[in-house]
């Protein structure tokens, strides 16, 4: 098969490494890229929102299968943009159509499906500007910290806790009036601020049937014990220890099956892969949000774990054939440290030299933001610069080759947590 992957981070990085590996795998592009996956694959110079070029470079070279990393694509519709034409139809795409995406890009429909179908989620309500007034005065009702949460695609950065009535109710206007985040805050959920201990579950979906994939904890804050600015994740481990038993049966019946049917009951045609971050308040699992994707970094602990071919798992979902598959795993704890940039999550340089790639030993690299410059050094291109993913019996053991590797690696301004997962341990 020839597969192309769209996306340019450590997502993409592991879904390419694994991909490689596979007998079905034969020949493999990557769309923009980045320095890691040049190693194992071809990139392509190609934009993910771009459709008419992806898909004219898909027809070029005879592409059979695509597997979109990111949601923006998704959530525009790349899936229906080749199910229209009659030259892509035969493509598979692994993500899920406009209707399917929205789970992910619009919290208001995400909240009502929920609701609709039983699943346990955060109180809410939603608000546009039109009906500010009635905003305000359902917040003056609410206990805080309160939850405010744009409905659009606002990169990672729409939700925001509020600590006091005055800061949640001036952040409302500035949300619906001043368009704090555009059109994404159009319309803006109110949520109730649940307690708890937050986790992944992924599933792979052919509409019909899932497959469970390994459960991670991904790290958002920049500083150690969960302190400090929000990013794109940190680092993230997999298993998790909470995640099993009673609690797993309780995810398993109570919220994925229960979305599994809603899709199907709601005449959503869904292919592709659901990331549903939890909160485990007092053993009960609540959703905090779906995402039509895997996770960043999840994803590099995910893959490692599992033994499966993963080009097999994605052919039975594009042919709707999950229902008879089984995914092998390994047991192992995996652990993966970000290396992120200095200066990440607000302004930071690009284009540092890295080195000491040989001396990190036992563990996967998997790119993020780097490139190749000119002279063909490794150089720095993004916050998120490079996660290194460790195995070990534990989180202790996993986590120490992580950071053992971290230090190998150099660049200028580098900086990581040295505390991934270590909260889970008791
Ligand atoms: P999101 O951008 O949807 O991933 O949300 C960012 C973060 O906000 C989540 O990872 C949670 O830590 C936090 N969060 C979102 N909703 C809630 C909620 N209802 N209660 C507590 N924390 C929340
Ligand atoms: N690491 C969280 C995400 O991918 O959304």
Same mark, same amino acid.
């Given at each position: 098969?020839?597969?192309?992957?769209?996306?340019?981070?450590?997502?993409?990085?592991?879904?390419?490494?694994?991909?490689?590996?596979?007998?079905?795998?034969?020949?493999?592009?990557?769309?923009?890229?980045?320095?890691?996956?040049?190693?194992?694959? #071809?990139?392509?110079?190609?934009?993910?929102?771009?459709?008419?070029?992806?898909?004219?470079?898909?027809?070029?070279?005879?592409?059979?299968?695509?597997?979109?990393?990111?949601?923006?694509?998704?959530?525009?519709?790349?899936?229906?943009?080749?199910?229209?034409?009659?030259?892509?139809?035969?493509?598979?795409?692994?993500?899920?159509?406009?209707?399917?995406?929205?789970?992910?890009?619009?919290?208001?429909?995400?909240?009502?499906?929920?609701?609709?179908?039983?699943?346990? #989620?955060?109180?809410?309500?939603?608000?546009?500007?039109?009906?500010?007034?009635?905003? %305000?005065?359902?917040?003056?009702?609410?206990? =805080?910290?309160?939850?405010?949460?744009?409905?659009?695609?606002?990169?990672?950065?729409?939700?925001?806790?509020?600590? =006091?009535?005055?800061?949640?109710?001036?952040?409302?206007?500035?949300?619906?009036?001043?368009?704090?985040?555009?059109?994404?805050?159009?319309?803006?959920?109110?949520?109730?601020?649940?307690?708890?201990?937050?986790?992944?579950?992924?599933?792979?979906?052919?509409?019909?049937?899932?497959?469970?994939?390994?459960?991670?904890?991904?790290?958002?804050?920049?500083?150690?014990?969960?302190?400090?600015?929000?990013?794109?994740?940190?680092?993230?481990?997999?298993?998790?220890?909470?995640?099993?038993?009673?609690?797993?049966?309780?995810?398993?019946?109570?919220?994925?099956?229960?979305?599994?049917?809603?899709?199907?009951?709601?005449?959503?045609?869904?292919?592709?892969?659901?990331?549903?971050?939890?909160?485990?308040?007092?053993?009960?699992?609540?959703?905090?949000?779906?995402?039509?994707?895997?996770?960043?970094?999840?994803?590099?602990?995910?893959?490692?774990?599992?033994?499966?071919?993963?080009?097999?798992? %994605?052919?039975?979902?594009?042919?709707?054939?999950?229902?008879?598959?089984?995914?092998?795993?390994?047991?192992?704890?995996?652990?993966?440290?970000?290396?992120?940039?200095?200066?990440?999550?607000?302004?930071?340089?690009?284009?540092?030299?890295?080195?000491?790639?040989?001396?990190?030993?036992?563990?996967?690299?998997?790119?993020?933001? =780097?490139?190749?410059?000119?002279?063909?050094?490794?150089?720095?291109?993004?916050?998120?610069?490079?996660?290194?993913?460790?195995f070990g019996n534990d989180i202790p053991q996993a986590l120490d080759k992580s950071k053992a590797a971290a230090e190998q690696i150099s660049f200028e301004g580098k900086y990581y947590r040295k505390d991934?997962?270590?909260?889970?341990?008791?």
């Amino acid at each position: 098969m020839k597969i192309l992957i769209l996306g340019s981070g450590g997502r993409e990085h592991a879904f390419a490494w694994k991909i490689a590996q596979s007998n079905h795998c034969e020949e493999l592009f990557v769309a923009p890229g980045n320095a890691g996956t040049a190693q194992i694959a #071809t990139n392509i110079a190609l934009g993910v929102n771009d459709f008419e070029a992806i898909a004219n470079f898909a027809t070029e070279k005879k592409i059979d299968l695509i597997l979109v990393g990111p949601e923006a694509p998704l959530v525009a519709g790349i899936a229906d943009y080749f199910a229209a034409n009659e030259q892509l139809q035969h493509i598979k795409i692994i993500g899920p159509n406009k209707q399917g995406a929205i789970l992910e890009g619009s919290k208001d429909f995400s909240k009502n499906f929920m609701r609709k179908y039983n699943i346990p #989620t955060a109180q809410s309500q939603t608000f546009t500007k039109d009906t500010l007034e009635e905003g %305000l005065a359902y917040l003056a009702t609410q206990n =805080t910290p309160i939850v405010l949460k744009a409905d659009g695609l606002a990169a990672g950065k729409g939700v925001i806790i509020s600590e =006091t009535l005055e800061h949640a109710q001036a952040t409302l206007k500035e949300m619906l009036v001043d368009a704090k985040f555009g059109d994404a805050s159009a319309r803006v959920v109110i949520e109730e601020f649940l307690q708890g201990i937050e986790m992944s579950s992924f599933v792979i979906t052919d509409g019909n049937d899932y497959c469970l994939l390994p459960e991670a904890k991904d790290y958002k804050r920049i500083g150690e014990k969960d302190t400090g600015l929000n990013t794109g994740g940190m680092g993230a481990v997999s298993p998790v220890p909470f995640a099993k038993g009673d609690f797993m049966q309780k995810v398993e019946d109570q919220v994925i099956r229960p979305t599994i049917e809603g899709l199907k009951a709601e005449g959503i045609q869904y292919i592709g892969f659901i990331f549903f971050g939890l909160m485990n308040v007092g053993g009960n699992p609540y959703v905090i949000e779906y995402n039509a994707r895997m996770g960043d970094p999840e994803t590099e602990v995910v893959l490692p774990r599992v033994k499966s071919d993963l080009v097999e798992l %994605l052919i039975a979902t594009a042919d709707n054939k999950l229902q008879d598959y089984t995914l092998e795993l390994d047991p192992r704890t995996a652990a993966t440290v970000m290396l992120v940039s200095g200066g990440y999550p607000e302004s930071y340089e690009k284009g540092k030299t890295m080195t000491g790639f040989d001396q990190a030993q036992d563990v996967i690299l998997f790119h993020a933001g =780097t490139k190749t410059n000119d002279t063909g050094e490794t150089v720095t291109n993004g916050g998120r610069v490079i996660a290194l993913t460790g195995f070990g019996n534990d989180i202790p053991q996993a986590l120490d080759k992580s950071k053992a590797a971290a230090e190998q690696i150099s660049f200028e301004g580098k900086y990581y947590r040295k505390d991934i997962g270590l909260d889970l341990l008791n």
